[in-house]
Antibody
Framework: QVQLQQSGAELVKPGSSVKISCKAS????????MHWIKQQPGNGLEWIGW????????KYNQKFNGKATLTADKSSSTAYMQLSSLTSEDSAVYFC???????WGQGASVTVSS | DTVLTQSPALAVSPGERVTISCRAS??????MHWYQQKPGQQPKLLIY???NLESGVPARFSGSGSGTDFTLTIDPVEADDTATYFC?????????FGGGTKLELK
């Protein structure tokens, strides 16, 4: 069955960067976009962007240009999202989701605090 | 960006029929999808393309609409349906989500 396993919770300092991983299994990794979505506590969902692992093409929500960088490693079927210049506004749960958002990771919590 | 507006909360009794609405600020054709999210869990796709039931989702769930007005219907509602329901559009860039409707059972 399709599974997306995300990395664990992160506590990071303001101004630093963090890289979250999403390991895919149960399907052909290079055949589906991988999307990333942000959810702040008590808030709704924000779409960050997607990467197509087959060729590395990416598309970002303009709001996250310069904040998020999406990459993928075909050899390990793992997608990554790096968040830079972190502030308290970046504290959230981040989800990866396949293609038509028909399968989601369990979420990775990022807390930005000094 | 396309703004999706949902009522914040609804309360219904088990066995009743409930409709959750989502209004888009501009046309999204049939590029509307619905998700269920329970506390501490990831969202789960229920309906895609406005009216198509995702595999494995009970037939109690259905979706309708096109353009700017969409509805998710649960009939009959069961206790396990307590959750927050989000609409999401994929027609316009960037993709956007509604604020969610929290469904509570009386």
């Amino acid at each position: 069955q399709v599974q997306l396993q995300q990395s664990g919770a992160e506590l990071v300092k303001p101004g630093s960067s963090v890289k979250i991983s999403c390991k895919a299994s149960g399907y052909t990794f290079t055949s589906y976009d991988m999307h990333w979505i942000k959810q702040q506590p008590g808030n709704g969902l924000e779409w960050i962007g997607w990467i197509y692992p087959g060729n590395g093409n990416t598309k970002y929500n303009q709001k996250f240009n310069g904040k998020a960088t999406l990459t993928a490693d075909k050899s390990s079927s793992t997608a990554y999202m790096q968040l830079s210049s972190l502030t308290s506004e970046d504290s959230a749960v981040y989800f990866c989701a396949r293609g038509a958002l028909d399968a989601w990771g369990q979420g990775a919590s990022v807390t930005v605090s000094s | 960006d396309t703004v999706l507006t949902q009522s914040p909360a609804l309360a219904v009794s088990p066995g009743e029929r409930v409709t959750i609405s989502c209004r888009a600020s501009e046309s999204v054709s049939t590029g509307m999808h619905w998700y269920q999210q329970k506390p501490g869990q990831q969202p789960k796709l229920l309906i895609y393309g406005a009216s198509n039931l995702e595999s494995g989702v009970p037939a109690r769930f259905s979706g309708s609409g096109s353009g700017t007005d969409f509805t998710l219907t649960i009939d009959p509602v069961e206790a396990d349906d307590t959750a927050t329901y989000f609409c999401q559009q994929s027609w316009n860039d960037p993709r956007t989500f509604g604020g969610g409707t929290k469904l509570e059972l009386k």
